[in-house]
C-alpha cells in the first residue's frame, strides 16, 4: 500500500480503480452464489418505475447522491492518514462491498430479470460511478493535512495547512476526467429511468 504513496496520480488511481472493480466483482460472486433465488422468477419491471418526477429532478438527485459518496472519500482523505490508511480508502473499500453484494444478491430498487442485464447496466452506469469514486480517491489519497504513523494518533508526525495543498496538472486531469465519469453517469441513469 505504501507504493499507492510513491506512484505518480494516473498509476495510483488505475491501481486503486482495478484494486476497487477485483473487489467489486468477488463479492459480486459470492452474494451471487449465496442468494441464487434473487435472480430466479423475477418479474419484468418496466424502466421507468424507479423515477419519480422529471428528467432534471432525477438527474439532481443521481448526481447530489454520488457527490456525496465523493466527497466523503475526498474528504476522509484530506483531513487524515495514519500510516498508509486514511478514511477516504475505507469509504471507498466500503462502496465495494455495498455494490457488489447489493448486484450479487439483486438488491436494486427496481431488481434485474437477469444477471446479464444488471452487467449491461452496470457497464452502462456503475462503471462510470465507481471510476469517479476511484478517481476521487486516487488524486486526494496524498493530500493529507494530518499524518501520523500509526492509529489512533498519539501526536500527529506531519501536519499541514490548506494553503499547503497544491494540484499538478495531472491531478487536475484526473479530476476532470472523474467529474466528467459522474456527469455522464448520472445523465445515462437518469435517462433510462424516466424512459
Known sequence: MEYLYRTNPVRRTFLLWVGFQLLLWSVFLVSF????????NVPAVPSGSGAEGSFVATLVYILGRNLVVCLLIVVGNIFLRFGWFTPGLAILFFQGLTIGWM???NGFE???ATVAA???QYLRIGLWETTAYAVACGVTLKKSLFMARSFPA???DEQRSWSD???EPGEKALLLVGSLALLVAAIIEAWFLVS
Not at 33 to 40: C, D, F, K, M
Open 33 to 40: 452464489l449465496t442468494h441464487p433465488g434473487a435472480w430466479q
Open 103 to 105: 448486484a450479487g444478491s
Open 110 to 112: 427496481v431488481p434485474f
Open 118 to 120: 444488471a452487467n449491461l
Open 154 to 156: 498519539k501526536t500527529w
Open 165 to 167: 495543498l497544491t494540484w
